[in-house]
């Protein structure tokens, strides 16, 4: 993939897409972390543990785009991606996060690195995959979106709260993401160059599914919640 072309240009915006959507339990952590320290000590916690952060995912992600270059492993990461873009719309807003805020500068600088690097591994696959084997796009991809995470993680959420479609935007691009994994392993590569109708027919099967299968999920459980409140007697 060179630079300044169309591919270049559609897989940088799916990275910044990614990030910003799957990065909202991230930014939760990041607060979390940092609540009980001094007020003069939580931006500093915050931009250096963001920045020990980012130097983790980014290692790992250039691991894990030097090992997507394996026959089979392309494959087996589109298969991973399907259900975290499953559990996006399936994400409970109530959910508690077992993050623990911590009193000193060291522990909530190490607590952000450490929970970050573990809560991002979705990430991490999600824009290896999109990079295409493009470390380069991978760097830049991370330059633009982690400001964006860190400085306006607030308004990510409230849009998100706001504007529930983001989530299936944002689902739709992991499972393009990996149907595009899938077309492009080493083994199903050149069959799918043969029949030129088959990637875009896995891409709309495997983005209608999980968009149109999510919210039957959600419509199925609010009908549920609905039913179960209308049983608890009143008075």
């Known amino acids: 993939?060179?630079?300044?072309?169309?591919?270049?240009?559609?897989?940088?915006?799916?990275?910044?897409?990614?990030?910003?959507?799957?990065?909202?339990?991230?930014?939760?952590?990041?607060?979390?972390?940092a609540s009980r320290l001094p007020k003069e000590l939580q931006k500093k916690a915050v931009f250096w543990?963001?920045?020990?952060?980012?130097a983790v995912r980014f290692a790992l992600t250039a691991v894990v785009v030097y090992l997507l270059k394996l026959p089979g492993l392309m494959l087996v990461g589109g298969a991973l991606l399907l259900p975290i873009a499953w559990n996006l719309l399936r994400h409970d807003g109530d959910e508690s996060?077992?993050?623990?805020?911590s009193r000193t500068f060291w522990s909530a600088l190490r607590t952000i690195i450490v929970a970050?690097?573990?809560?991002?591994?979705?990430?991490?696959?999600?824009?290896?995959?999109?990079?295409?084997?493009?470390?380069?796009?991978?760097?830049?991809?991370?330059?633009?979106?982690?400001p964006l995470v860190v400085w306006g993680s607030t308004l990510i959420?409230?849009?998100?709260?706001?504007?529930?479609?983001?989530?299936?935007?944002?689902?739709?691009?992991?499972?393009?993401t990996a149907a595009r994994m899938i077309g492009h392993d080493h083994w199903l590569a050149g069959w799918f160059a043969a029949h030129g109708w088959a990637q875009y027919a896995l891409d709309v099967v495997l983005v209608?599914?999980?968009?149109?299968?999510?919210?039957?999920a959600q419509r199925r459980r609010a009908a549920r919640s609905a039913t179960a409140s209308k049983a608890v007697p009143h008075g």
Do not use: Q
Not at 49 to 54: E, K, N, S
Not at 159 to 171: D, H, K, S, T
């Open 1 to 33: 993939m060179d630079f300044f072309t169309p591919d270049f240009f559609s897989g940088l915006l799916a990275i910044v897409l990614l990030d910003l959507v799957l990065a909202g339990d991230n930014a939760i952590v990041i607060a979390m972390a």
């Open 97 to 101: 996060h077992e993050i623990k805020a």
């Open 49 to 54: 543990g963001t920045f020990g952060a980012v």
């Open 157 to 176: 959420l409230k849009l998100i709260e706001r504007f529930p479609i983001i989530m299936y935007v944002g689902a739709g691009a992991i499972a393009f």
């Open 116 to 146: 970050d690097a573990l809560m991002g591994l979705d990430n991490v696959l999600a824009i290896a995959g999109a990079s295409r084997g493009h470390l380069g796009l991978v760097i830049i991809g991370l330059l633009i979106s982690v």
């Open 208 to 216: 209608g599914a999980v968009c149109a299968g999510g919210w039957l």
